[in-house]
């Protein structure tokens, strides 16, 4: 203590530890360095020992000063400000994607609700009472020239595909197989355009053979119904 210039009872305290019995941390820290240089210790590393096995908080200088409550200092574990970081960024990225997902949950919704609003409206659609239709239940070639003798259409037609027109339009029609179309007027269907295997040149639509007529079209026409031939049930 002598040799230090430091009372005995803080070479005392210094050693055991006893923080109550010291005077301020800078003086503290002074000893703690003068000490180790006497023992031929590196000051700098005593110091930061002491402090260490101590726990000397950075106020404990303060202690003696009126309403003073020292403050518990709080470690934080490595890693944490980075683990705060990334779990912010989710936190971040969760509010976003739940955002993103209600916008388009609400976009979803309004386009559902116009996809009704059309749909009911395609119900309510009437068709042209005037159109032509021209629809093929077989395979085969037909062409459809206009009033002025123009090529609308010829080729193959395969099962289920048609030609649309209006029936004022005075167009002329040439078949391969005039049993292989039908033709409708509006929504109605009029009947075949021949018999099966039958050619036709240049025909001006609409027309239907009376015998090849639907009974829409035979009523139409004021025609009788085809009558079915009834088997004659015999007596005994």
Known sequence: GRELKIQ????????E????????????LGYVRAYAGLVGLD???????????????ENLGMRDRPHFVPKRQIRLPKGFFAAT?????????AFWYSSQTEARSSVLTAFSDV???NTQIVETVTIDPDRLLIKAVAPS?????????KVLISRILVSGESWEGHRNDRISL?????????????????????AKGE???????????????SDFARKKAGLPPIQTPTAEISEN
């Open 43 to 57: 000051g700098q590393e005593a110091v930061e020992a002491f402090k260490t096995d101590s726990e000397v908080p």
């Open 174 to 194: 040439t078949a391969r197989d005039s049993g292989a179309f039908e033709l409708y007027i509006g929504e109605n269907l009029m009947g075949r355009l021949g």
């Open 17 to 28: 530890l006893n923080r109550d019995a010291l005077p301020s941390i800078g003086y503290v």
């Open 85 to 93: 970081t990334v779990m912010s960024c989710a936190a971040v990225l």
């Open 199 to 213: 050619p036709m040149a240049e025909t001006l639509m609409p027309y239907v053979p009376p015998t090849f007529m």
């Open 8 to 15: 005995p009872s803080y070479v005392s305290a210094i050693e």
């Open 115 to 117: 996809g009704v609003a």
């Open 141 to 149: 070639w037909l062409e459809i020239k206009d009033m002025n003798g």
